[in-house]
């Protein structure tokens, strides 16, 4: 079972360059998230989107777009990196909450993409 | 604003030797803290979910618990594959789509 895939493992970029990260699900899922991890802050949620067709701000957005391609398929793009986004960024998926006030929400992750901007 | 403090930032155990992890919590309406769990290199795995105070979750060797203020995930008789970051998370009332994670204690258990 691949889960989330996410593409690709590691990457080097130059202050300014731009790149996307590729995150795809094949659980059916509704929901992604994007994630980044910096050690001693926990995780960090950057872009969410809730189905298909939405998408939302996290936390952390600034610097970063994102797309909802299909409801496989959630992109996370950096237009012009800084040095601040070196991170691991993690892709996350979960189904939906069926309402009432308890959130069941099992996320299930990707194995994480480590960037470096110099 | 939501907070989520984790302790002990990193434990070392000894195979056999049982301990707890602390995940202490201010929030406004508290509708779930999760459990999760990260190996190195990987992304987290979650492991429990409790929603009240007094209620306990258990799983092998894991349990968690939680109350007003705070969880506790038991580790009884700990083995060396148990070794890995435990994150906690929560979820609340004023937090639409989002999850407020700790930083997580590294825990290491040697053989």
């Known amino acids: 079972n691949a889960g989330v895939t996410q593409t690709p493992k590691f990457q080097v970029l130059k202050t300014g360059q731009s790149m996307t990260l590729q995150c795809a699900q094949d659980?059916?899922?509704?929901?992604m998230y994007w994630y980044r991890q910096d050690p001693g802050m926990g995780l960090r949620l950057i872009y969410y989107?809730?189905?298909?067709?939405?998408?939302d701000k996290g936390e952390v957005p600034n610097g970063y777009n994102v797309s909802r391609l299909n409801k496989r398929e959630f992109s996370l793009r950096l237009e012009s990196a800084a040095p601040s986004q070196t991170s691991v960024y993690f892709c996350?998926?979960?189904?939906?909450?069926?309402?009432?006030?308890?959130?069941?929400?099992?996320?299930?992750f990707g194995s994480g993409t480590q960037l470096s901007v110099l | 604003e939501d907070q989520v403090t984790q302790s002990p930032e990193a434990l070392r155990l000894q195979e056999g030797e049982s301990s707890s992890l602390n995940c202490s919590y201010t929030?406004?309406?508290?509708?779930?803290l999760f459990w999760y769990r990260q190996d190195p290199g990987k992304g987290p795995e979650f492991l429990f979910t409790?929603?009240?105070a007094g209620e306990e979750k258990e799983k092998e060797r894991l349990k968690a618990t939680l109350t007003k203020k705070e969880s506790f995930l038991h580790i009884t008789a700990p083995k060396p594959e148990d070794s890995a970051t435990y994150l906690c998370?929560?979820?609340?009332?004023?937090?639409?789509?989002?999850?407020?994670f700790g930083s997580g204690t590294q825990l290491t258990v040697l053989p």
């Open positions: 996350a998926s979960s189904k939906k909450s069926t309402g009432g006030t308890r959130y069941n929400e099992k996320l299930f």
């Open positions: 659980m059916n899922h509704n929901s």
């Open positions: 989107s809730a189905s298909e067709g939405t998408t």
């Open positions: 929030v406004s309406g508290l509708r779930g």
């Open positions: 409790l929603y009240s």
């Open positions: 998370a929560v979820r609340t009332s004023g937090s639409a789509r989002q999850l407020t």
